[in-house]
């Protein structure tokens, strides 16, 4: 019988249900080049943001299989849902009889880390998916490491189609913003920190800014993610060893390539080529 050899080195998996997780890939670009890095968008079945757990769970598991499949040591789930829905589960269930050398990391709780050094009064808004808010993931990590922040929640559902549809610009977009802003300062008049808890959501920032009250300052995930990553990786010499440096980004998406190649413009604002691939349950 031959003996296969078992992949110790490859690049780092960055994983989301589509296009959003590219604003966090981006940042992470940017902020060290050097490695290698997979992107992985589950175009196919997207958006998450309004499937049950067990669902998100199914398919955030097999996407991350996949990418260990490729070599990649470390994913990040640069997606709140799947970081909400999935994450913990990856990690206690999973991990440990796939590989316990592995890792997978979500990006909810750096976000709610940073927290204390961004709120002056504790006053915490937070705009994500259904699945997101739904799940009080926010809530759950912000009672753990600010047990005297308040957090205030809205779901916005049409902001992600709007996006995905490539309508973040048009004027109708701005009723939709206007409208999920209104709500969370509905709930809480004096918050003053926002956090836009879907990767998406940055495409829609100046918009949000415009309707998002001035003494609110609005954060977007991408460079805290990297800031997190880097952090990660100094913390893990063992890890960093095993992400590969070459420069490289492969572009992996469930759904039509030259569609996804074409969206991703909008998100990393230079031209990528991507490929289509199939995970266990397209459909």
């Known amino acids: 019988m031959k003996e296969t050899t078992k992949i110790t080195s490859g690049p780092i998996g960055i994983f989301d249900s589509g296009y959003g997780g590219l604003t966090i890939l981006r940042e992470i670009q940017q902020a060290m080049p050097q490695y290698d890095y997979i992107y992985l968008g589950d175009n196919a079945r997207a958006p998450y943001g309004t499937r049950s757990f067990d669902i998100v769970y199914q398919f955030t598991l097999e996407a991350v299989k996949y990418l260990f499949d490729?070599?990649?040591?470390?994913?990040?789930?640069?997606?709140?849902?799947?970081?909400?829905?999935?994450?913990?589960?990856?990690?206690?269930?999973?991990?440990?009889?796939?590989?316990?050398?592995?890792?997978?990391?979500?990006?909810?709780?750096?976000?709610?880390?940073?927290?204390?050094?961004?709120?002056?009064?504790?006053?915490?808004?937070?705009?994500?998916?259904?699945?997101?808010?739904?799940?009080?993931?926010?809530?759950?990590?912000?009672?753990?490491?600010?047990?005297?922040?308040?957090?205030?929640?809205?779901?916005?559902?049409?902001?992600?189609?709007?996006?995905?549809?490539?309508?973040?610009?048009?004027?109708?977009?701005?009723?939709?913003?206007?409208?999920?802003?209104?709500?969370?300062?509905?709930?809480?008049?004096?918050?003053?920190?926002?956090?836009?808890?879907?990767?998406?959501?940055?495409?829609?920032?100046?918009?949000?800014?415009?309707?998002?009250?001035?003494?609110?300052?609005?954060?977007?995930?991408?460079e805290i993610i990297a800031h997190s990553l880097r952090d990660y990786l100094n913390l893990h010499p063992e890890m960093d060893e095993r992400c590969t440096r070459g420069g490289n980004t492969r572009y992996l998406t469930t759904e039509n390539a030259d569609k996804f190649t074409e969206m991703a413009s909008l998100f990393l604002n230079r031209p990528i080529y991507a490929t289509q691939i199939s995970l266990k349950h397209n459909a």
């Open 70 to 222: 490729q070599g990649c040591q470390l994913v990040i789930l640069a997606c709140n849902t799947a970081s909400a829905k999935a994450l913990r589960t990856i990690q206690q269930n999973d991990l440990p009889g796939i590989d316990p050398s592995r890792r997978v990391l979500g990006i909810i709780r750096p976000t709610v880390e940073l927290l204390g050094n961004l709120s002056q009064n504790g006053n915490i808004g937070i705009l994500g998916t259904p699945g997101t808010v739904q799940s009080r993931s926010y809530d759950m990590e912000t009672a753990k490491l600010h047990p005297s922040f308040n957090v205030y929640s809205q779901a916005c559902p049409m902001w992600v189609p709007l996006v995905e549809n490539n309508e973040a610009d048009a004027p109708g977009a701005d009723y939709f913003v206007k409208k999920y802003i209104d709500a969370l300062f509905t709930q809480q008049a004096d918050i003053d920190t926002v956090i836009l808890a879907c990767t998406h959501y940055p495409i829609l920032f100046d918009k949000i800014r415009q309707f998002t009250p001035d003494t609110a300052q609005v954060i977007t995930q991408g």
